[in-house]
Structure formats: C-alpha cells, structure tokens
C-alpha cells in the first residue's frame, strides 16, 4: 500500500524537484543573477502545469495557483530587484494547500477521505460511504489525519518562509526542493502506520480498499447476508 501511496503522490518529482535545482544551480554558475535563476527554473512546474491542462482539457487549481504565484512573484521581484520575493512564493503554495486540508474537516468529506477515494475500486468506494456514515471511530480517524497533513503543510510553509528571510539566496533553493518532500513524506508513513493500527483494531483499513477487500466484507460476500 505503502508503494502506491507514494505513486500516486510522486508521480512528477522530477519536473518539480530535480529539474529546477539542476536548472538554477547550472544557470548560477553561468553567471546568471539570482532572482533571473530563480524565475528561469520555476519554469518547467509552468510547463508541466499547462502540459496538464491541455491534457485533461480543464484546469487544476493548483495548476492555476503555481502559474500565477510565479507571474506576481517574478514581476515584484523585478520592480524591487529582491529575489528572496521569488522565494516566498514556495512558502505560499503549502500555505494554501495546508489552509485547505484543515479547511476540509468543515466540508462532507474530509482530505483523507477524499485521498482514499484514488485508492478505492468498484464496490469499496461504496463500502467506505457506508463506514462513513455508521462508524463514529472511522470518522475520526479520518479527520485526525487530515488535521496531521493540513499542520504538516502549514509548518512547511512557515519554515519556507524563514529560510527565504534569513538565508542565504543560494542555499534556499536545495533546502526547500527537499524539504517538502521529506515533509510529504513522513506524513505519508505516519498515516500508512495509523491506517495499519486502525485496521488492527476494527478489521478494516482507513482508506486503499481494493474492490477484492470490499467483496469480502462481512455483509457483502456471496450468500453470507442477512436475511431481512
């Protein structure tokens, strides 16, 4: 399970990781002004942004979010001639995605419900509205690890922006391209580890049921319902 929550996370570390520190560490040794390198290697998270939305025919907001972030922080960075403006804007992108994690936990469905619903199948999507609506316990859960990945991205925010503050410009760019990851994915071991206990405790797992797991739940397998 463990493997299949980081391809669904991780699936453009590349693009958005190892290709603009390559590009920017490059880009410097040619000589190149920092706040020029910074802006020239947030360009391929751009590209890939609106690779994305040409693909899928419709625009994500956090597409929308990077492309924009990158336009007001380039242009003000160019009027002030600071380049650690380029740099709060890495700080702003967990800051909103945090701020909506926590803000799920008011909405029907918390994050981590959401987040399973890419790992669910067939009659386990329906298995977990089910669980949802029935079991107090499964609701908790759910939403304490929504709380967790919200705070985690909310702290990965306020430490992006004291590093761009109080480091220097070029010693941010390598802290911040591994930092969130190894944020993203400590948060992701936590919640596998408290899916695994939540499931020895109740027989059922938090979120990654298979359509395979839901046909065999008690209740749901050939000819072992109750009769009404």
């Known amino acids: 399970m463990l493997s299949t929550v980081f391809t669904v996370l991780f699936p453009t570390l590349g693009t958005a990781v190892a290709l603009p520190l390559a590009l920017y560490y490059v880009l410097r040794r040619q000589g190149v002004a920092q706040w020029q390198a910074l802006m020239l290697s947030s360009i391929p998270p751009v590209i890939q942004a609106v690779a994305g939305a040409v ?19 380039a242009v003000t960075s160019l009027v002030s001639g600071d380049p650690r403006v380029l740099l709060l804007k890495d700080a702003a992108l967990p800051a909103v995605l945090g701020t909506w994690i926590v803000g799920t936990l008011l909405a029907a469905r918390p994050f981590a419900f959401q987040f399973g619903r890419q790992l669910r199948a067939g009659p386990a999507e329906e298995l977990a509205e089910q669980r949802w609506r029935q079991e107090p316990e499964f609701r908790r859960a759910l939403r304490s690890l929504t709380l967790l990945w919200g705070a985690a991205e909310l702290l990965d925010a306020v430490l992006s922006v004291v590093e761009a503050v109080a480091l220097p410009v070029d010693v941010v760019p390598v802290i911040g391209r591994f930092q969130s990851p190894g944020i993203l994915g400590l948060v992701v071991i936590a919640g596998v580890r408290h899916s695994r206990r939540f499931r020895e405790r109740h027989g059922a797992p938090l979120f990654g049921l298979t359509a395979a797991t839901a046909e065999g739940a008690p209740g749901r397998r050939q000819g072992t319902g109750r009769r009404q």
Not at 64 to 73: F, I
């Open 55 to 73: 693909r899928h025919r419709r625009a994500r907001f956090f597409d929308l979010l990077v492309v924009v972030l990158l336009l007001v922080s």
